[in-house]
C-alpha cells in the first residue's frame, strides 16, 4: 500500500512501525456547533482509509480527541474559546454544548456509516497529560513562562515549518487573517501550552496548574492523548489539510521535543470542501450539515459516495446539481445490484473473484483512490461471473466503501416483492393469492362498470381488515 506522506510530498510504502498493529490517530471535531458537510468530507476519508487498513489485513487501533477545551477562534490562539462562543449563544454551560454536539457528529457518522474510532477521548479527560509534558518541556528547555502563560520556545528547533508549506513571514500580523500580536511571546512562531486566569478571566473550564489557575491549549490535547492511548510511536495522523499548519505543525514540535525522537511516520490531510464561493465554513454562513441534506430529501450515503468519487487530495466542489448527479448515480447502483439473485444457483466462482478484488485492493493501495474503487463496483456488475459471485464482491468492497449498496439492494428486492403486475394492471401489498383475486375481481367489475359488485368486494376486504389505494395503474394495499 502506498500513502502520500504530507511531510515528504510524495507518496511512500506504507510500513508501520510494529507489523501486529497500525496506530492511526484523527483529529476530531471541536463540540461547540453542528458538524459541516465539509468537516465530514474528512472523516469519511479518514474511515475509508481505516476500514481499508482493516481489509488489507491490518489491526488498526484508531483513536480521536473530541475539543470541548482549549479551541480559540483563531488558530493563532487569540480570540475567544469556541466552546465558550457556543454556551453563551445557546445560554448553555460549555458541558452541555459538548454533550449535545459531542452526540450530534456521532449521530451524522452514524447516517454516513462512518465507524466510531476504538478510543474517543475528551480533551478535558486529560489534563493531567497536558500538565505533565508541559513540565517536562520546561525541564528540557523547550518551554517558557510569560505574562502567566506557558509558551513552547519554537527558536530551539532545528526545523519549525515541517509542512514546507509556510514561511518566517506567514504569522506576520495583518498577513495572516486573524493574527495578532501577543507581546508575551518571544518568537512569533512560538505557541501556547496553558493558559491562566491572566488571559482569559471568564473562561468556563478551569484548573490547578503549578503555572496558575488555567487550561491547555488547543495544540497540546492533541499530543497527550495520543501519548496517552497510543504510546511513544504513532502510524498515521489524520486531519483536514487546514490543519496542518498551525495545529499539526505544533503538534510534531511539541512531542518530538518531548519525546526526543521522531514521532509520526504518515501524515494524512484531506483537502477542502469548497462551494463556489470558497471553502466551506460556520463564519461564512454555509452551514450545511446532514440534517439539511436529509430535510431536502437526500439520503446521506449519497453524499458519501459524492466524497468518494473524487480524491482525497483534491479540492471538491459542492452544488445541489453535483449532489443531485450522485443522488441519482447510488439510486442507479442500488437497482443495479438489486436486480442480482442471492438465491441464484451456483457457488462463488474464485477465478472470478479473485482478480476484481484484486482490481479493488489495487485501487485503494495506490493513495487510497476511491474513484478507481467505486470503478470496480461497475465492474462487478459487469462481469460474466453468476450472481452469488458479484453479491460476494460487492458485500467485501462494502466493508471498506460503506455504501451499503447490498443492504439497501435486499430492502428494494422486497418492494418489488410486493408488487405483481396482472394484465397490465399493477397490485402492491403482500403476497397474498386470496385478497390479489378479489382485487383483480373488482378491478373486473368497475371495467364492466358494475359498481355495486366493486363496492361490494371493497366492503368484503375492508371487513378482513383490509384497505385499499388507488394508485396510477393499480391498487396499493395494507392490513389495518
Known amino acids: 500500500m502506498f500513502l502520500y506522506n504530507s511531510t515528504s510530498h510524495k507518496k511512500e510504502e506504507f510500513k508501520p512501525k510494529d507489523s501486529s498493529i497500525v496506530k492511526m490517530y484523527t483529529c476530531g471535531p471541536t463540540v461547540y456547533h453542528y458538524a459541516h458537510i465539509g468537516n465530514l468530507r474528512s472523516y469519511i476519508m479518514e474511515d475509508v482509509l481505516e476500514k481499508f487498513l482493516r481489509y488489507s489485513g491490518y489491526n488498526v487501533k484508531r483513536v480521536m480527541n473530541i475539543t470541548d477545551v482549549g479551541h480559540l477562534a483563531s488558530d493563532a490562539d487569540t480570540g475567544e474559546d469556541k466552546m465558550l462562543k457556543g454556551a453563551k449563544r445557546e445560554h448553555k454551560s460549555v458541558m452541555e454544548i459538548a454533550q449535545f454536539y459531542t452526540t450530534a457528529f456521532f449521530e451524522d457518522c452514524r447516517k454516513l456509516s462512518i465507524k466510531r474510532p476504538d478510543v474517543v477521548e475528551p480533551a478535558t479527560n486529560c489534563i493531567g497529560e497536558y500538565i505533565g509534558i508541559i513540565t517536562r518541556l520546561l525541564e528540557k528547555g523547550y518551554a517558557y513562562q510569560s505574562g502567566g ?48 486566569k491572566s488571559k482569559f478571566e471568564d473562561q468556563a473550564l478551569k484548573w490547578d496548574s503549578p503555572w496558575g489557575v488555567g487550561y491547555p491549549g488547543w495544540h497540546i490535547e492533541c499530543s497527550g492523548i495520543s501519548l496517552k492511548h497510543l504510546g511513544e510511536d504513532l502510524d498515521i495522523h489524520c486531519g483536514g489539510i487546514d490543519n496542518a499548519f498551525p495545529h499539526h505543525t505544533n503538534e510534531i514540535a511539541q512531542s518530538e521535543a518531548y519525546l526526543g525522537h521522531p514521532w509520526c511516520g504518515y501524515w494524512f490531510h484531506v483537502h477542502h470542501l469548497n462551494t463556489n464561493t470558497g471553502k466551506m465554513s460556520k463564519s461564512k454562513g454555509e452551514f450545511l450539515t ?25 479540492g471538491l466542489v459542492f452544488t445541489w446539481e453535483n449532489l443531485d448527479n450522485a443522488a441519482g448515480t447510488y439510486q442507479k447502483l442500488i437497482a443495479k445490484v438489486a436486480a442480482l439473485d442471492p438465491d441464484a444457483p451456483g457457488d462463488v466462482d474464485p477465478s472470478a473473484y479473485e ?26 456488475l459487469k462481469a460474466k461471473t453468476n450472481d452469488k459471485t458479484k453479491l460476494a464482491l460487492l458485500n467485501a468492497f462494502d466493508r471498506v466503501l460503506g455504501l451499503s449498496l447490498t443492504e439497501k439492494a435486499a430492502e428494494k428486492r422486497k418492494e418489488n416483492a410486493k408488487s405483481a403486475t396482472v394484465g397490465g394492471f399493477l397490485i402492491q401489498g403482500e403476497d397474498d393469492p386470496d385478497v390479489n383475486q378479489l382485487i383483480l375481481a373488482r378491478q373486473a367489475a368497475k371495467k364492466a362498470k358494475d359498481f355495486a359488485e366493486a363496492d361490494r368486494i371493497r366492503g368484503e376486504l375492508k371487513d378482513k381488515g383490509i384497505e385499499l389505494t388507488d394508485i396510477p395503474g393499480g391498487v396499493q394495499w395494507r392490513r389495518v
Open 149 to 196: 502563560n506557558v509558551y513552547f520556545d519554537t527558536s530551539r528547533l532545528d526545523k519549525y515549518y515541517v509542512f514546507d508549506n509556510y514561511s518566517e513571514d506567514d504569522l506576520e500580523v495583518g498577513v495572516r487573517e486573524g493574527v495578532e500580536a501577543d507581546e508575551n511571546k518571544r518568537n512569533k512562531n512560538d505557541f501556547v501550552l496553558w493558559f491562566t
Open 290 to 314: 446532514v440534517s439539511l441534506l436529509e430535510e431536502k430529501g437526500y439520503d446521506p450515503l449519497a453524499y458519501r459516495l459524492f466524497c468518494l468519487q473524487s480524491h482525497y487530495r483534491r
Open 355 to 380: 482478480p476484481l478484488d484484486g482490481k479493488f485492493r489495487a485501487a485503494l493501495g495506490n493513495d487510497l483512490n476511491t474513484s478507481l474503487a467505486v470503478t470496480s463496483v461497475y465492474d462487478v
